[in-house]
């Protein structure tokens, strides 16, 4: 409840709209009054002849069947006190309430009601009253629900961009804990979830306690008999909602880990249909997608009747007690119908609302699960931050340096140990098999992940030092699997930065993505298909080296970059590689060792520590584990068929 309150608060314009939710409250309760009040008036025609001048015993007027003259004149005197020779209306209402002895609040309401506003004697007075009363309360309960709904929106927008904001700031191993399906409906259920408790949270909070008790006050001036009636209700009211309050946050939580679950399955199929199609497992899918439906709709089905139990035993409850006070007023004591309507009228305003708690106290724990779950997410400190002072790196002159650097991801040393440097302008290869640590490395000097031991310092400088916007913004990478928006081919280029169309266009030439670029229907202009699919591997890739090459920065990573490019392509990007020599500082990772032959040094890995470093001449001589690959690399069939020969002894 406290994170709910958090939400609802936090924001000055959401304080704003909820004191103008809670006011169009107030207002609704006083136009349910008035419409109840308007209804009572409508319904008092006077009392009835024989209930007038019906014999009087124990100082109560009693009912009777038959009235004698005697009856009559006595009866007419008493009430007839200034001996005018005419009565009233309201003077035997004041004489009636006065004899039964409960006060006639609700008569003298009505009578002064009916001084104030003469017209209401008339047909047409009481039209015009009961209209007013309903247009009061239909204005009321629109600009009530208006605003309630306008909260939840706007809390609901403000929670998904600060989720979206905060994920932002989060380490890789975040992303890599969690998948993108409990992400994804974090962002999309859980905000609404929440705004729609919020909102219910508002009704039961404060419409509600203020209607219960406005109501319940009215109710003991009316008549405090019948109003004890309500304290042997309310308990048996309560007791269920607690009871199923309870059950119902177990299987929200239940409910939305197993949609987590469910859009996880989705997301999972979507993203390897090719796979799935190609191995025919559309079965093994379908089996994995079935049972987590089924797990939900047990589930939602254990949810509905939670939810739906509490409406019908409130219900049974009230209108009990309901009948109870209306039989009890009419033929115990002695009410006027009048009172006795307005009274089950004001006890049905005092229920409804307890009923209605029962029924969105079901959204707040709904809404209390998701908020524990949102926060879980936005409570999370981001372990990489800048440091307090951090300074903007301006640009790139001299050096980096990896200095005695140690990585491991969860319990296992990845980099061990690890020493080198780049000087500006160089071209430096890093090598070796899977597993190796290559691009961990990569992922370490923009600051995806920090060291656990060591330094990396860039100009003599720890990078930890620097802000980690202007570290990155120095920094051109492009990874070995693509990743292309669904926007046109210069806007995944340009990527949100402003570069001129000949700067799109020359950093298309450079890598080569021009030539099928130019043969789209739209050119530059035309709009991709979800993560690229309708283009090719080799031409993803090519426009993410564009991407990379129209940043211009001083630092340019590829991390197996040409790992889809055919061997054409692998050409072009060589030579692009090799007109950037001296221009730009290249780190290159690469399983393709063609791409390397011409760094300025190559340094092979092993099980994340350094164990050779030097050009490929000076490698092919010390090192064995690179002189195997490249030998591989240069194999022939031929010569791949006389091995096998030589090691089967033929």
């Known amino acids: 409840m406290r994170k709910l309150l958090q939400i609802a608060l936090q924001n000055r314009k959401h304080r704003i709209l909820l004191g103008i939710t809670i006011a169009a409250m107030l207002l609704l309760t ?90 209401t004697n008339t047909v047409w007075g009481l039209a015009i009253l009961l209209i007013f009363a309903a247009v009061f309360k239909a204005v009321t309960l629109f600009s009530h629900r208006y605003a309630t709904r306008l909260v939840a929106i706007r809390v609901s927008q403000d929670l998904r961009q600060k989720y979206f904001e905060h994920i932002q700031s989060l380490p890789m191993s975040f992303f890599q ?56 209700g309310f308990p048996l009211i309560i007791f269920p909602i607690v009871f199923l309050t309870k059950r119902v946050k177990r299987i929200s939580k239940q409910l939305q880990q197993n949609q987590e679950r469910f859009a996880s399955v989705l997301i999972d199929f979507l993203g390897g249909v090719q796979t799935v199609k190609v191995f025919a497992m559309e079965d093994f899918s379908l089996k994995k997608y079935r049972e987590q439906n089924e797990r939900m709709a047990v589930l939602e089905q254990k949810s509905a009747r939670y939810d739906l139990s509490t409406s019908p035993i409130v219900h049974v409850i009230g209108m009990g007690f309901l009948a109870t006070a209306l039989l009890y007023g009419l033929y115990v004591l002695q009410m006027s119908m009048t009172e006795v309507f307005v009274y089950c009228g004001l006890l049905y305003m005092f229920y409804m609302p307890i009923k209605k708690f029962a029924e969105e106290n079901a959204h707040i724990q709904r809404g209390i699960a998701a908020a524990e779950r949102m926060f879980e997410v936005l409570e999370l400190r981001p372990q990489i931050q800048d440091n307090d002072g951090a300074e903007e790196l301006a640009g790139f002159e001299h050096e980096i340096e990896f200095d005695n650097v140690w990585f491991r991801y969860q319990d296992a040393w990845v980099i061990k140990g690890l020493s080198f440097n780049v000087k500006k302008g160089q071209t430096v290869a890093i090598v070796g098999p899977t597993g190796a640590g290559k691009s961990t490395i990569v992922q370490l000097l923009p600051r995806l992940y920090d060291v656990e ?133 290249q780190i290159i990772i690469a399983h393709r060792l063609s791409t390397i032959e011409h760094a300025d040094k190559i340094i092979f890995l092993e099980k994340g520590e350094k164990v050779s470093e030097g050009t490929k001449e000076e490698l092919l001589k010390s090192c064995v584990g690179f002189k195997n690959m490249w030998n591989l690399m240069h194999i022939t069939p031929e010569m791949d068929m006389d091995r096998d020969k030589e090691f089967q002894g033929v």
């Open 30 to 119: 006083i136009a349910s009054y008035f419409e109840f009040l308007a209804l009572g008036i409508i319904t008092q025609k006077g009392p009835d002849f024989f209930e007038v001048f019906a014999p009087i015993v124990d100082g109560k007027l009693q009912t009777a069947s038959e009235i004698t003259y005697e009856q009559l004149q006595l009866r007419w005197s008493q009430i007839d006190a200034g001996h005018t020779g005419v009565i009233t209306k309201p003077e035997v209402l004041s004489y009636i309430s006065q004899l039964n002895g409960h006060g006639g609040i609700v008569d003298k309401i009505i009578g002064g009601v009916g001084k104030v506003m003469p017209f």
């Open 177 to 232: 804990k969690y998948n993108m399906g409990s992400l994804s409906s974090r962002a999309v259920g859980d905000a609404a979830q929440i705004a729609e408790s919020i909102n219910a949270c508002l009704v039961n909070y404060l419409q509600t306690p203020f209607t219960a008790l406005s109501t319940l006050t009215l109710c003991f001036f009316t008549s405090w008999q019948l109003s004890l009636i309500i304290f042997f």
């Open 453 to 585: 031991k060591g330094e990396i310092r860039i100009d003599g400088k720890p990078i930890t030092t620097m802000t980690q916007k202007s570290l990155r913004d120095q920094i051109a990478f492009i990874p070995q699997k693509p990743f292309l928006f669904l926007d046109t081919v210069a806007g995944n280029i340009s990527y949100g930065r402003d570069y001129t169309p000949q700067q799109i266009h020359e950093a298309a030439c450079k890598a080569h993505a021009d030539e099928f670029i130019s043969q789209l229907p739209e050119g530059y202009a035309t709009e991709l298909s979800e993560t690229g699919k309708n283009l090719s591997g080799g031409q993803q890739q090519r426009l993410a080296i564009a991407r990379a090459l129209v940043k211009n920065a001083p630092i340019l990573v590829m991390d197996e970059a040409t790992s889809s490019l055919d061997n054409v392509s692998e050409h072009h990007i060589k030579t692009a590689i090799h007109q950037l020599h001296g221009q730009v500082t």
